[in-house]
T-cell receptor, first 112, second 115 residues
Framework: DAKTTQPNSMESNEEEPVHLPCNHSTISGTDYIHWYRQLPSQGPEYVIHGLTSNVNNRMASLAIAEDRKSSTLILHRATLRDAAVYYCILSGPGGGADGLTFGKGTHLIIQP | DAGVIQSPRHEVTEMGQEVTLRCKPISGHNSLFWYRQTMMRGLELLIYFNNNVPIDDSGMPEDRFSAKMPNASFSTLKIQPSEPRDSAVYFC?????????????FGEGSRLTVL
């Protein structure tokens, strides 16, 4: 199974950028990197995903290392509403269940 | 679109009772996922369906758990008999293109308490 490693928690200040790291040293060449987040008392929500190139959307940016063994989710300007648990997950294109377990993620705390 | 709809939102039952959780995926989505979340184990995949067919149920903890998807717009997760260790939040999610390249849309969850 392709697995990821994330810090248990991180703290940042409001209106500052946040860089959330994820290590996935056993990633295969066809695994996509996904990020989801879960706000308190809600279901997880999609943030971003990518394969090799860096990706940007309205919520965040995803920076993928050249060797793809790690990635970083970047929140450019954190707000209090970004306080959540962030999950980094890998999945292959074959539709298999490997990597579909979210684990415990990183608990992001935003200080006003 | 109303999103993924789960019911009930909260369920309190006694050990030994049967529990049925329900999920209505987003219309047109062809993949459906059942997850369980606890403090100890985080968010775990229990089973997922593609085009109403169960693809992988290796995450189902034991024979007390069963899941069905009789049609594209409805799925159930049943626990019989329930035990206190089954207490958790159960999430249903659906996707248009599966997990790998698509986006999962989660429901608000069903919080189960087994006394």
């Amino acid at each position: 199974d392709a697995k990821t490693t994330q810090p248990n928690s991180m703290e940042s200040n409001e209106e500052e950028p946040v860089h959330l790291p994820c290590n996935h040293s056993t990633i295969s060449g066809t695994d996509y990197i996904h990020w989801y987040r879960q706000l308190p008392s809600q279901g997880p929500e999609y943030v971003i995903h990518g394969l090799t190139s860096n990706v940007n959307n309205r919520m965040a940016s995803l920076a993928i290392a050249e060797d793809r063994k790690s990635s970083t989710l970047i929140l450019h300007r954190a707000t209090l509403r970004d306080a959540a648990v962030y999950y980094c997950i890998l999945s292959g294109p074959g539709g298999g269940a490997d990597g579909l377990t979210f684990g415990k993620g990183t608990h992001l705390i935003i200080q006003p | 679109d109303a999103g993924v709809i789960q019911s009930p939102r909260h369920e309190v039952t006694e050990m030994g009772q049967e529990v049925t959780l329900r999920c209505k995926p987003i219309s047109g989505h062809n993949s459906l996922f059942w997850y369980r979340q606890t403090m100890m184990r985080g968010l775990e995949l229990l089973i997922y369906f593609n085009n109403n067919v169960p693809i992988d149920d290796s995450g189902m903890p034991e024979d007390r758990f069963s899941a069905k998807m009789p049609n594209a717009s409805f799925s159930t997760l049943k626990i019989q008999p329930s035990e206190p260790r089954d207490s958790a939040v159960y999430f249903c999610a659906s996707s248009l293109r599966g997990f790998s390249t698509g986006e999962l849309f989660f429901g608000e969850g069903s919080r189960l308490t087994v006394l």
